[in-house]
C-alpha cells in the first residue's frame, strides 16, 4: 500500500473512531446525569426525605398538604423529564475529559430541584 493512501486511510479512520468515541460518551454522560437526578429525587420524594430536604435547605418544619402533593407531582415528573442540556453542559464536558460519574452533579441537581421549591415560595435561607 502506498504510504500517502495508508496514511489517509489512517487519518480517516481514527477521525471516524475519534468521533464515535465523543458521540458515544456524550448519551451516556447525560444517561447518568439523569440517573444521578432521579436518585436525589427520589431520596427526597420520600415523606422523610422531603421533610429533611426542608428543613436542610429551606429551614421549613412543616407545610400543607396541598402544598406538599403539588411539591411531589413537579418532583416526579422533573424525575422523568429529559436534562436541561444548558443547565448541564459543563458536566456533560467534564465526563467527555473523565469519563466517570462524579459527586460534582449534585449541585447542578440541587439548583435544578430548588427551582420547583421556589415555585412554591420556599426560598433558602
Do not use: C
Not at 496514511?7 to 454522560?29: C, D, Y
Not at 407531582?73 to 475529559?97: C, F, G, N, P, T
Amino acid at each position: 500500500m502506498n504510504i500517502a493512501i495508508y496514511k489517509r486511510w489512517h487519518f480517516v479512520e481514527m477521525t471516524e473512531q475519534t468521533i464515535n468515541t465523543l458521540v458515544g460518551s456524550i448519551p451516556e454522560a447525560i444517561e447518568i446525569i439523569r440517573l444521578a437526578r432521579q436518585h436525589y429525587i427520589e431520596k427526597i420524594t420520600s415523606t422523610e426525605g422531603l421533610d429533611l430536604f426542608l428543613e436542610n435547605h429551606f429551614q421549613t418544619f412543616g407545610i400543607s398538604n396541598t402544598k406538599r402533593e403539588f411539591l411531589l407531582r413537579d418532583l416526579r415528573e422533573l424525575s422523568k423529564s429529559s436534562l436541561d442540556l444548558v443547565h448541564y453542559a459543563s458536566l456533560i464536558q467534564a465526563y467527555k475529559v473523565q469519563p466517570q460519574p462524579s459527586p460534582e452533579n449534585e449541585p447542578f441537581i440541587l439548583r435544578e430541584v430548588e427551582v420547583i421549591f421556589n415555585k412554591y415560595g420556599l426560598t433558602r435561607s
